[in-house]
């Protein structure tokens, strides 16, 4: 699969935390993963469509363009779901 390798996770042994660095905890940390990896990416853009309607939440919706070519590029969209967005969230950490 693209050249990915997933480790073969063994629930019973308490010190495997391999993947943990691509979890977070909340939304926040989610959201500033997200955004370091694009700013940190080379020939990508982070656009960021904030959320104005709940302005006591401070959610948004982040875009990473990554351009390939003048003809093609690749979009990278985050916060776009609810609670299921954590599992997301860490397969585009892991991808990124």
Do not use: W
């Not at 916060?79 to 991808?95: I, L, M, R």
Request: proline share 3%; aromatic share 10%; no cysteine.
């Amino acid at each position: 699969m693209l050249g990915m390798h997933f480790d073969v996770l063994n629930p019973y042994l308490a010190e495997y935390d391999h993947n943990q660095q691509f979890f977070s905890e909340d939304y926040y940390t989610a959201r500033s993963k997200f955004r370091s990896q694009i700013r940190s990416a080379p020939n990508a853009q982070l656009h960021t469509l904030a959320m104005d309607h709940l302005p006591d939440l401070d959610l948004s919706i982040d875009i990473g363009i990554f351009k390939g070519s003048t003809k093609k590029l690749v979009m990278h969209i985050s916060g776009t779901h609810g609670v299921e967005g954590f599992a997301g969230s860490a397969v585009q950490n892991a991808h990124l």
